[in-house]
């Protein structure tokens, strides 16, 4: 990598183009593969994600907001862009406009609708969001049958999907309240059709329930974590087991490297960072970091991550600053300034997984990836 740069992220093609042919196995041809880039595409790059995946194989991407669909427009994707999250009346036209599918749960959003498709004579293709369990975004069960009536009496909206989301799939090998969440959809589905209300696409499926129960494929299965590698928790990859399914082989997309920004000796007794957290008990050579918790390194790590150079671990020592940290390069020999630094991924046998990371934050693989700051290169492997 040029040593132009001093801190950017890895995205590995051939990993996400193996991850995505694993799930497109397990799903089958006829079933509609929806990637889930929303959130930088999880801290990978939504724009360099969302091109790789399409050229794997994949048919749809899935966004939270309007800025990211209008993001993916401007840069020629004209495949289905399906709208996850909440977009504002007053922005509406604008997603009419550029062809985003909606995910809709309000009936305000639906006048709106009625009265922009109208004036421009062009449809909009919605999703209906049902509430089974999770109590976030969702239409009652008991509101959906007035929901969709409302939406027949405008001949410019249309009703292209029906979905929901599992509350408790990712964290428990207990799979009775996705279930239970999973007899609701299925029971909406038929009050919805028995209205006669069509619903082409009828999708469910997270990671974890692509990856565990076939019956919640219905048309198309939204795939998030799993694409880039990262399994959505350890109970899901138990479950696999105790299911008696052989575990898909995912592979982490992403890598995040920085460089040497100095290199000092500090005597014994010496003080490091903010706080004055560590001491040294013996003489210590220093490699001081141009990374802190504004790029997205946790500030929970202080004086307890690692990173690699040279295929070695270099313990972190004090806190994470704002735009450095600081490591222990002390029995590391060879160690030069902008010598590459490993901060999340493979070098030699050492990893430094976003599950290792996680768990010494106190939080989620997810949290680790997405929380890496937009602005730094993603680079394309």
């Known amino acids: 990598m040029s040593k132009e740069l001093m801190q950017w992220v890895e995205l590995n093609r051939a990993a996400l183009t193996s991850n995505i042919k694993q799930f497109r196995s397990l799903i089958g041809d006829k079933i509609n593969l929806l990637a889930v880039v929303k959130a930088n595409a999880y801290g990978h790059g939504i724009l360099e994600i969302s091109k790789m995946a399409l050229k794997a194989g994949v048919g749809w991407l899935g966004v939270h907001s309007l800025d990211e669909g209008l993001l993916l427009r ?26 985003l599918r909606l995910t809709v749960y309000n009936l305000d959003t639906i006048h709106f609708l009625a009265q922009i498709c109208r004036r421009l004579k062009k449809e909009a293709l919605l999703h209906l969001k049902v509430e089974t369990g999770t109590n976030r975004q969702g239409i009652l069960e008991e509101d959906v049958l007035a929901f969709t009536q409302e939406i027949r009496k405008h001949p410019y909206l249309v009703v292209e999907g029906l979905s929901s989301h599992f509350a408790n799939i990712e964290d428990t090998t207990d799979h009775t309240y996705s279930r239970l969440q999973l007899k609701r959809f299925k029971r909406i589905i038929k009050k919805v059709e028995e209205n006669n209300t069509e619903i082409p696409i009828k999708h469910m499926a997270c990671t974890a329930a692509t990856i565990l129960f076939p019956d919640t ?119 030069d300034l902008e010598d590459e630094v490993i901060l999340l991924g493979q070098e030699g046998e050492e990893v430094i997984s976003a599950d290792y990371l996680a768990d010494l934050a106190s939080t989620i693989n997810y949290d680790i990836v997405t929380r890496i700051n937009n602005l730094i290169p993603r680079v394309i492997i």
Not at 75 to 86: F, Q, R
Not at 219 to 241: A, C, F, H, N, Q
């Open 217 to 335: 494929y219905f048309d198309m299965v939204r795939v998030g974590i799993g694409m880039y590698g990262l399994w959505p928790s350890k109970e899901t990859y138990l479950s696999s087991i105790l299911e008696k399914q052989k575990p898909i082989l995912l592979k982490p997309v992403l890598s995040w490297k920085t460089r040497i920004a100095q290199i000092k000796k500090i005597p014994q007794g010496s003080f490091i960072g903010y706080g004055c957290t560590y001491r040294t008990t013996r003489e210590t050579v220093l490699g001081v970091l141009p990374v802190g918790y504004y790029d997205g390194y946790s500030r929970n790590l202080s004086n307890y991550s690692y990173v690699l150079i040279k295929g070695h671990r270099a313990p972190l020592r004090g806190r994470v600053c704002m735009d450095f940290i600081m490591v222990d390069i002390t029995d590391i020999p060879g160690v």
């Open 74 to 99: 401007q840069e020629g994707i004209d495949c289905p862009l399906l709208v996850l999250g909440y977009v504002p009346s007053q922005e509406l036209e604008r997603a009419v406009t550029h062809g």
